[in-house]
């Protein structure tokens, strides 16, 4: 009979430790996006592409350029820099979107990873899979990759003015806050690990 009711206590458990799996997935998959953002990141600097985009519309900026209106619009703000003036005055607008693709990509797929914390988040939180104990984790997460977005502008404004190229202090930090994001994400995730 005691064979019975422990086997009975085990299934019970089984499923409570497995409930966290999904979570553990989700964490490794943002770890992994945000490995690729890191690699994106790194491309946009290579190819001189970081200062194409000179504002920042977190929500406007999801689309790129539909118009030829639209590109010559921003093919004009970039004119507008000194990256423009003392490096790439030879740019055509076509010169010019081989440039814009790449820092574009890197913002959106921002946007795209704080979507991918959102839902899920939402989603566990509906599905009861998230504990108070684990909220200070997830919520500390959620502003480090917000505070991403903010360093990467701050990072870009500070080409924007004098400069041909960003400060590289502002992108040391930059890269500095995405590499203790991605630490912090794998930590969390291992944390939950049965």
């Known amino acids: 009979m005691s064979l019975t009711v422990q086997s009975a206590i085990n299934s019970l458990e089984a ?32 190819t001189d592409s970081g200062l194409s985009i000179t504002s920042w519309k977190p929500i406007s900026g999801m689309l790129p350029p539909l118009s ?6 921003e093919f004009e703000a970039y004119k507008q820099i000194p990256e423009f003036q003392q490096q ?10 081989s440039i814009f693709w790449w820092e574009w990509g890197h ?5 795209v990873i704080g979507l991918a914390f959102a839902v899920p ?15 200070p984790s997830l919520f ?24 041909v ?12 806050a995405a590499s203790i994001l991605f630490v912090a ?7 939950l690990t049965p």
């Open 165 to 176: 190229d960003v400060s590289q202090y502002r992108l040391a930090a930059h890269l500095s």
């Open 121 to 135: 988040f939402v989603i566990f939180l509906f599905q009861r899979r998230l504990s108070w104990r684990l909220a």
């Open 68 to 73: 030829v209106q639209d590109w010559q619009a």
């Open 15 to 46: 499923p409570a430790s497995d409930r966290l799996k999904p979570v553990r997935i989700w964490l490794y998959i943002l770890a992994a996006m945000i490995l690729l953002m890191v690699t994106i990141g790194g491309m946009t600097r290579l």
């Open 185 to 191: 994400i794998v930590w969390v995730a291992v944390k």
């Open 107 to 111: 913002r959106f797929l921002g946007r």
């Open 140 to 163: 500390t997460l959620f502003v480090l990759g917000g505070f991403q977005g903010f360093l990467g502008w701050w990072m870009v404004s500070s080409g924007l003015s004098e400069r």
């Open 88 to 97: 790439n005055f030879w740019m055509d607008l076509e010169a010019f979107k």
